[in-house]
């Protein structure tokens, strides 16, 4: 397994490609700097732990403090010697980046002695009703428990999503399920619905014909919440 962390540049195309390597090229970034220190599989899903640097937030901490050098020291003391990444992302990919560090960010413990860095981690995709039990697993990590080592999981185990599955639109029924009504045709009302199984909100959603309360994305996402949707479906005592 290799596990020599990884430091990923993230920034537009024009200021990607300029240096890090002073306080002077990073008052000129607007992006992150993301290192990767180890990976995970937790629920059958890859994890990856990561610490971030805001560049946009960093470079104001320079500014403010232009004579303090343990904000650099802070920095580069965490990346030097490893292999960089460079990834142009545009406006729209780094306001996603950004939500995701930090709302992530937000649920992992941080470091009180460090003002550049954060803690938090970046996953595909996890249940949000297992949140609790991902950040004990990473609690436990940060006080030097093993973790298992990352392998890529069957994409037919459950907790994965085969866009093969999608029903294009139709009105479609499982063996394991209630079957579906029509497709919403994104009324204002359900804008904000998700699936109830990988909680998307892209594509067209469709609601469980049983209890018309929860609803999916595709035949597959169905058929894997079913054992925990099917209790209070309305539809349970007719199958």
Wanted: hydrophobic share 30%.
């Amino acid at each position: 397994m290799f596990k020599i962390p990884k430091v990923h540049y993230v920034d537009e195309r024009g200021i990607i490609e300029e240096p890090y390597d002073s306080a002077e090229d990073m008052l000129e970034k607007k992006g992150f700097v993301i290192k990767v220190k180890e990976m995970y599989k937790w629920k059958n899903l890859p994890l990856a732990k990561v610490i971030f640097c805001d560049c946009q937030r960093f470079a104001k901490l320079i500014r403010k403090n232009p004579g303090d050098i343990r904000l650099l020291a802070e920095y580069y003391n965490r990346i030097p010697g490893h292999k960089v990444n460079r990834f142009a992302a545009n406006q729209e990919e780094k306001v996603l980046f950004r939500k995701m560090l930090y709302t992530n960010a937000a649920r992992v413990p941080q470091d009180d002695d460090y003002v550049v860095w954060k803690n938090s981690y970046i996953s595909p995709l996890f249940p949000r009703d297992s949140i609790g039990s991902l950040i004990r697993d990473l609690k436990k990590r940060k006080h030097g428990m093993e973790s298992p080592r990352l392998s890529i999981p069957n994409s037919a185990e459950p907790g994965h999503v085969d866009a093969s599955s999608s029903s294009g639109g139709r009105s479609v029924s499982s063996e394991h399920s209630a079957g579906f009504s029509d497709p919403f045709q994104g009324s204002a009302s359900h804008r904000d619905q998700e699936c109830a199984f990988c909680h998307s909100k892209t594509g067209t959603l469709k609601r469980c014909l049983g209890c018309k309360k929860v609803f999916y994305c595709g035949k597959m996402c169905q058929k894997k919440h079913w054992k925990k949707h099917k209790t209070d479906c309305k539809s349970n005592r007719k199958l």
